[in-house]
């Protein structure tokens, strides 16, 4: 099941008006993403980030749960941890991935709005068992901007509520839709 990366985007993504930005980094959104990312079989999660100031926040967070103190009191915490790899862009992380693998791979982004050529969560799980290697991009802040979204190989369906709302935090869509990707316990996935 090595065959699934994820990258948390904090740039290039969209402010509530629609501009191109790079959001701040949330701590907690590490932590979370990185334990589902091991609990669903994820082989590396990337922090995307231009901004300086943030992959040293990234990195200083990781060495605290990787080789310092919190690693020691919460062992679960720093295998989880080891999983993140900060980069500076999303072109990066996939020629990181690309560096890792062998066969091809295919880039997944994630979106709170339906696109013209969303596709259900089922494509992305037959990608994976077609022997790809995905690299899913959930976007922060706003969500991944157009131009991100319309470079990646598929546009996945967002994740639907029974009420209309669709405002989910990463790091619960981050669980979401990696149990859909890699369960296949609800026939409506």
């Not at 989880?80 to 062998?102: C, K, P, T, W």
């Not at 709170?112 to 799980?125: C, K, L, Q, Y």
Request: charged letters at 20%; glycine letters at 8%; proline letters at 3%.
């Amino acid at each position: 099941m090595n065959d699934l990366y994820l990258a948390l985007v904090h740039h290039p993504v969209e402010n509530k008006r629609g501009d191109i930005i790079a959001s701040a980094l949330t701590t907690i959104d590490m932590h979370d993403i990185a334990r589902a990312s091991i609990t669903f079989g994820v082989r590396g999660v990337f922090i995307v980030t231009p901004l300086l100031d943030q992959q040293i926040l990234a990195r200083e967070v990781i060495n605290h749960w990787i080789h310092g103190a919190g690693g020691v009191l919460n062992p679960h915490r720093r295998e989880a941890l080891s999983l993140i790899r900060v980069v500076s862009s999303f072109e990066d992380a996939v020629a990181q991935v690309a560096g890792e693998i062998e066969g091809p791979m295919i880039t997944v982004a994630t979106s709170a709005a339906m696109g013209e050529n969303s596709v259900p969560v089922a494509s992305v799980r037959a990608e994976l068992g077609r022997g790809k290697t995905v690299l899913l991009a959930l976007g922060t802040a706003w969500g991944l901007s157009k131009g991100f979204i319309n470079g990646c190989d598929i546009l996945m369906e967002p994740i639907n509520g029974v009420n209309g709302y669709n405002h989910l935090s990463v790091r619960s869509a981050a669980s979401i839709i990696l149990d859909r990707i890699r369960t296949t316990n609800d026939a409506t996935r």
